[in-house]
């Protein structure tokens, strides 16, 4: 029973969260100008690269093909609840807005340095990974 959970977090609920976190990290940097459906193809496009990096690069030898599998149907989530989301704002908020205020949101600083934020927390982990196993 402890080993199918353990498979089951590993499948389903990291992939998810890895691409939770990095999407909602990435949203307020990627294709800001762009159209919802674009916009949200980009966002979990490189939300599911940068899981599949952690698993590819990260995993043990026999493992790595596994990340990228897994992060597919958490990859579909993402793109569903993105374009859903900027969908939302782009057709029926549209309207409200007031005048001189563009729908999308170019404050790209905040996104850099979130984004700049989850590299050095990558980084962290790789250092921390290696000098556990000793390389």
Do not use: C
């Amino acid at each position: 029973m402890t080993e199918t959970l353990v498979i089951v977090i590993l499948s389903v609920v990291a992939p998810i969260a890895i691409i939770g976190v990095v999407s909602w990290l990435l949203h307020s940097v990627i294709a800001l100008n762009s159209p919802p459906r674009i916009r949200a193809q980009w966002l979990a496009g490189v939300s599911y690269v940068v899981t599949s990096g952690f698993w590819f690069f990260g995993g043990t030898a026999g493992e790595r093909w596994q990340g990228p599998l897994a992060a597919i149907p958490a990859g579909l989530l993402a793109f569903w609840f993105w374009h859903r989301e900027f969908r939302h704002g782009w057709v029926e908020e549209g309207d409200t807005l007031p005048d001189g205020v563009k729908l999308a949101n170019s404050d790209w600083k905040v996104g850099v340095v979130a984004l700049i934020g989850l590299v050095v927390a990558a980084l962290i982990k790789t250092i921390v990974l290696r000098s556990a196993v000793g390389h």
